[in-house]
């Protein structure tokens, strides 16, 4: 199994900054992308931010140049900053991995818990 544990979130004003971390733990061998969706109240979740394996790193079209993505592969994990925030960035963040548990097998997802942001006006 693999666990995610995310910490960081809560209250910021507009125009603020927010820093997410996350971490991977378990029996994996590696991990293909690491990232954050996001999900606001009654809607499915929307992926904002990846970091992939071969340095990609892909953003939401709404947090590009505001949001920045960064993974450390030796430590499993990774980090969202959150600058410029808007109201509309309130919502619950969720970090993901994408990640192989053996040679040959195949690539799973797995997600955290969630953390809530709240942006005020």
């Known amino acids: 199994q693999v666990q995610l544990v995310e910490s960081g979130g809560g209250a910021a004003q507009t125009g603020g900054s927010l820093r997410l971390s996350c971490k991977a733990s378990?029996?994996?061998?590696?991990?293909?992308?690491m990232g954050w969706y996001r999900r606001y109240p009654g809607k499915r979740n929307e992926l904002i931010a990846e970091?992939?394996?071969?340095?990609?790193?892909n953003y939401e079209e709404s947090v590009k140049g505001r949001f920045t993505v960064s993974r450390d592969i030796t430590r499993n994990t990774v980090d969202l900053q959150m600058d410029s925030l808007k109201p509309e960035d309130t919502a619950t963040y969720s970090c993901?991995?994408?990640?192989?548990?053996?040679?040959?097998?195949?690539?799973?997802?797995?997600w955290g818990q969630g953390t809530k942001v709240f942006v005020s006006s």
């Open positions: 993901y991995a994408v990640v192989k548990m053996q040679v040959g097998g195949d690539w799973a997802s797995y």
């Open positions: 378990g029996t994996f061998i590696t991990i293909q992308r």
């Open positions: 970091s992939i394996s071969d340095g990609r790193a």
